[in-house]
Every structure is written in structure tokens, then in C-alpha cells.
């Protein structure tokens, strides 16, 4: 089977859900919006564009 982004993006948002989001931002350049997570544990993660759907499970949604 081969993995698509959305399976990618799925375990990631697992993960920073099982962590723990301390404080997130998030940037738009060139059409693409990048993310910065900064996790409980002292961990960092980055995801280039992150889904509504995903982002309203992590609880960052916003519409722009």
C-alpha cells in the first residue's frame, strides 16, 4: 500500500494530539501556508498545508 499525504497528515495530527500543542504560528508565502508546532514535551513539528478538516481536530482552525 502506498501512503498518500493524508496518511502522513493523519499520524502527524495524531501525534501532536497525543503530545499536546504549547503554542503554535503559522505563516502563508508563495500559496502555501506553513505551520510551527510547538509541543508540550519540548518537541517542534512543521506540516505545510494542514487541512481544515485537521486543523479544526487540532483545534487551530481559522478561516484565512
Known sequence: MVKRKADYEAE???EIQRIGIEWYSKMYERGHWYWCFNLQ???QRF???L???NQKK???Y???
Do not use: M, N, R
Open 12 to 14: 502527524f495530527v495524531e
Open 47 to 49: 506540516w505545510t498545508d
Open 51 to 53: 487541512t481544515a478538516e
Open 41 to 43: 514535551d519540548g518537541q
Open 62 to 64: 481559522s478561516d484565512h
Open 58 to 60: 487540532l483545534g487551530v
